[in-house]
């Protein structure tokens, strides 16, 4: 029975006897998701073999696209996304972590719960969804509205002259709307695991509600809206659809971010079916492989950083 | 005025403006709806829309859409989205219990991982993956493959969210079934998963409504069908698929019908998040009872 020295261990554990057949089958099946990650990678990175030989780093530092002579750099795609989640990143964030901030309020749960649900449909929103209310909605509106006014008064300023109807801003402008919900519904969470004595003691010192908010609960729930926007960072380096029908593919690093640009996921969008030879569809699955691996890093890096921030949450509440 | 006075309009204002960028997100919201609305409503309303399939475009100017529609992609979209679910609802339903009752065993914590990472996935590679493994070896697109891209979309989801609602199972429940004897598998899966049931649905309807609307694994998978084709071993056409290739092409029938079916896409998409909401509040309310 009782074996020396054994603590009282959770039920679970009980399962670690060998007769636990259940176990090693819902183990084996459960396998199957970390399995197709690897064979997604493994895949990707065998078919773009082709391109990898041939242009080895140099394929991500250069800027041509050519399928007629087969030469291949990711440069301008790589910057194009980038530059487009950035810029996403700098219009959601103020906003999202402001909506995060009233949502986590108590009190008048019905009007904030109408709010919530609002936010949390942006995100059921299809891509393509977007993609087309942006290209006939938005991009034009901004293009007359924001675009022409903006660069008038800024000329001689070269990113922000030459508007055009398709390009980088209005890119990063559907962007910005499709990650705000990853930040708030995240943010939120962080900030209302900021545990009660602090917001309570900075009350009972005499602070306000700004004070309250800036100097205590944003501070401590630092980490966690950092991984937060890491995360939709993640989210707006793989958005496809939407950024492809807007962004103008043109495969240029452009001089203003008015300016038509590509993304990877959107050169491949638009460019995959149609590729034909060996290097030309092998430099696209690297531009995916790119892309892929870029993703995996930033996720992985915000998934440490938000589960650290609510354990620690959780163990000095 | 005094320093606090100062204080005090500060705080307020500071607050007046954070509700005002709240407002402000969800503006987006009201726009994309309504120009969906708009715009998509003189396609929908003529039956024809949801059971013929596309018409060539005629211009400058043709009677509207008379006569063309998507029933093809409706079609194309339920069969895939089904097949998906197949695939993904047991596996990932197993997955979840498997992260939620061994959630102390080493590995579940890289499933976890695994999972969260995958969700984090562009779809796009997704596509490019599925591709080269399903499309290229038997040398055509078709339905099936688009279904497997759909289905490693919806695994993590249903995974992930199967493990929130099993965790939220008290204890007793399962204490109660193992000191009756019954084994694990039969704790597990005929006590634990029934009583979480309306979590796992969520997680479902969750999956189910976000493989609708992709669009990205589907382009060189499924790839699209200018004819109803109910085979899906062949190349199918889907209502996202629809509404991203016709919304690029130049004539304005085609854009008509593209807004057509993005406003058939967001009310499915939207309807099914809030039935999955009004699930998700019952399965609150059943555990709350436990």
């Known amino acids: 029975m009782a074996v020396a020295g054994a603590e009282a261990r959770p039920v679970a554990a009980v399962s670690r006897r060998p007769g636990d057949p259940f176990r090693r089958v819902v183990g084996l099946v459960a396998t199957l998701v970390p ?6 990678i493994l895949t990707l990175l065998q078919q773009a073999g082709p391109a990898i030989k041939q242009f080895g780093l140099r394929f991500l530092v250069t800027s041509e696209w050519n399928p007629v002579t087969d030469s291949f750099g990711a440069l301008p795609a790589i910057f194009g996304t980038v530059g487009t989640a950035f810029l996403a990143l700098a219009i959601a964030l103020p906003v999202g972590v402001a909506v995060a901030v009233i949502l986590a309020e108590p009190g008048q749960t ?21 993609g087309i209310w942006a290209l006939y909605v938005l991009a034009p509106w901004t293009y007359e509205h924001l675009e022409i006014p903006i660069s008038t ?15 980088l801003l209005n890119a990063a402008l559907v962007l910005a709307v499709m990650i705000l919900p990853t930040l708030t519904a995240i943010s939120r969470d962080v900030i209302r695991a900021v545990p009660r004595g602090l917001k309570e003691n900075a009350i009972a010192l005499g602070a306000t509600w700004w004070e309250t908010t800036w100097r205590v609960i944003l501070p401590s729930a630092r980490a966690g809206i950092f991984g937060a926007t ?61 892309l892929i691996l870029v993703t995996l890093v930033v996720n992985v890096f915000a998934l440490i950083l938000v589960h650290s921030t609510s354990r620690e949450a959780r163990l000095t509440a | 005025m005094n320093r606090n006075d100062r204080r005090r309009v500060s705080s307020r204002a500071w607050l007046g403006l954070m509700y005002l960028l709240t407002v402000l997100a969800l503006i ?15 396609s929908v309303i ?36 089904g097949l998906a679910s197949l695939m993904a609802i047991p596996i990932g339903v197993l997955c979840g219990i498997y992260l939620a009752e061994y959630s102390i065993a080493r590995w579940s914590a890289w499933v976890r991982l695994a999972c969260d990472v995958l969700v984090g996935t562009p ?3 997704i596509g490019l993956f599925v591709y080269a493994f399903l499309v290229v070896p038997f040398h055509h697109f078709s339905g099936y493959s688009g279904a497997v891209a759909l289905a490693i979309l919806m695994l993590p989801i249903i995974a992930r969210t199967t493990e929130g609602a099993v965790s939220l199972i008290p204890n007793g429940l399962r204490e109660s079934g193992l000191a009756l ?6 704790v597990s899966l005929q006590l634990i998963l029934p009583a979480a049931a309306p979590g796992v649905i969520t997680g479902a309807l969750l999956a189910v409504a976000r493989a609708g609307g992709e669009t990205a694994p589907l382009l060189f998978t499924a790839f699209g069908a200018h004819l109803l084709v109910l085979n899906p071993n062949q190349a199918m056409q889907a209502l996202p698929v629809t509404v991203f290739r016709y919304a690029l092409l130049p004539y304005k029938s085609l854009q008509a019908q593209a807004w057509g079916a993005a406003l058939v896409l967001i009310v499915l998409v939207l309807a099914i998040n809030l039935i999955s909401r009004w699930v998700l509040r019952r399965q609150i309310a059943l555990a709350g009872q436990l």
């Open chain 2, 181 to 186: 004897g019954l084994p694990r598998w039969r």
């Open chain 1, 35 to 40: 399995a197709a990650l690897l064979l997604i």
């Open chain 2, 28 to 42: 987006p919201l009201a726009l994309v709806l309504w120009f969906t609305i708009a715009k998509g409503l003189p």
């Open chain 1, 230 to 290: 890491i995360l939709a960072l993640g989210r707006a380096l793989g958005e496809t659809i939407a950024v492809t029908m807007v962004i103008g593919n043109a495969y240029v690093i452009p001089h203003s971010i008015f300016q038509p640009a590509y993304t990877l996921a959107s050169v491949v969008a638009n460019e995959f079916t149609e590729a034909t030879g060996t290097i030309y569809p092998a430099a696209l699955i690297e531009l995916g492989l790119v």
């Open chain 1, 153 to 167: 008064h800024a000329a001689g300023i070269g990113w922000l002259g030459d508007p055009a109807v398709r390009g």
């Open chain 2, 123 to 125: 779809s796009i590679a």
């Open chain 2, 46 to 81: 003529h039956p024809q829309f949801f059971f013929n399939a596309e018409l060539p475009p005629c211009e400058p100017k043709c009677p509207a859409v008379s006569g063309a529609g998507v029933g093809h992609a409706i079609v194309g979209t339920g069969v895939m989205v």
């Open chain 1, 110 to 130: 019905r009007i904030r719960g109408v709010l919530g649900t609002g936010i949390e449909l942006l995100a059921a929103i299809p891509s393509v969804v977007y």
